[in-house]
């Protein structure tokens, strides 16, 4: 398998579509190497699928640098992404910076934040200091009180435009690729085509140049998933009865046998 980097994903762009996913122990993280998952994304999500929290704003630094070791302990292939979590780039550069450096630090090959051309500023100053940004606009989760929940974006004329301005604002100011997330898919197609960084859909259609799904929602360990997830796999029931399994065994004296 090829060791993935920031040239390497720069390089797929229209000649091979990547198929990324998050990760966030070494566990998963080892497995999605081994099948060749091109790009772990160590992301705040783990808020909503590990740590038990109904969005991604209670996730701390200290609980992404924890995961974002672990997980580039356990890769070999895959670029890592860390992930930065509310808080820890709204306040202030200096800190911003200081948190992004943790998080490279920390064993990941780049960071990703949420924001276009607000938060252009940031990612200039992160790449002068080499630090890779994959960038993030759309539906941005952190964004989601001001939201009012995790709603689809960029579904009148005005509201396309900006996602398109902000998209084209990241990578003037030095992404190397850009998450679009719930967008409508003819938006994206657009995007794609007009930029010359990687796209990677969320919920945004087949034209990006790349997916991410939530390692969770893939593998249906979340029996309940987005709309435009395609679960490959139904795990949650098979864990689920693993435990009964055992429980049961215990109960009866079936296990440990002599």
Not at 24 to 30: G, I, K, P, Q, T
Not at 93 to 122: F, H, P, S, T, Y
Request: net charge negative; hydrophobic share 45%; with cysteine.
């Amino acid at each position: 398998m090829k060791k993935w980097n920031v040239s390497a994903v720069r390089a797929a762009k229209g000649k091979q579509k990547l198929g990324c996913c998050t990760a966030y122990d070494a566990c998963f993280a080892r497995l999605a190497d081994e099948a060749g998952v091109p790009i772990v994304l160590v992301g705040d999500s783990m808020g909503m699928t590990m740590l038990g929290y109904e969005t991604t704003l209670p996730v701390k630094m200290s609980e992404t640098l924890s995961s974002v070791a672990a997980v580039a302990r356990s890769v070999k292939n895959a670029m890592v992404v860390g992930d930065m979590p509310f808080g820890s780039y709204q306040c202030g550069d200096d800190e911003a910076m200081r948190n992004a450096v943790a998080i490279i630090q920390a064993g990941a090959d780049a960071v990703k934040l949420e924001g276009g051309a607000r938060v252009c500023g940031l990612i200039r100053r992160m790449t002068e200091a080499g630090i890779p940004v994959l960038a993030h606009v759309g539906m941005t989760p952190q964004s989601v009180n001001e939201y009012g929940g995790f709603k689809k974006q960029g579904k009148t004329a005005d509201a396309a435009a900006q996602v398109l301005a902000d998209a084209k604002a990241v990578e003037e100011a030095g992404a190397f690729a850009v998450t679009l997330e719930c967008i409508p898919s003819e938006l994206a197609a657009r995007i794609t085509e007009e930029l010359s960084i990687v796209t990677v859909g969320i919920g945004a259609g087949p034209a990006c140049d790349a997916q991410w799904l939530v390692m969770h929602d893939l593998l249906g360990l979340n029996e309940k998933a987005p709309s435009f997830v395609k679960q490959y796999a139904h795990l949650a029931g098979e864990v689920r009865d693993a435990f009964a399994a055992y429980v049961a065994e215990v109960a009866t004296g079936a296990f440990p046998a002599k």
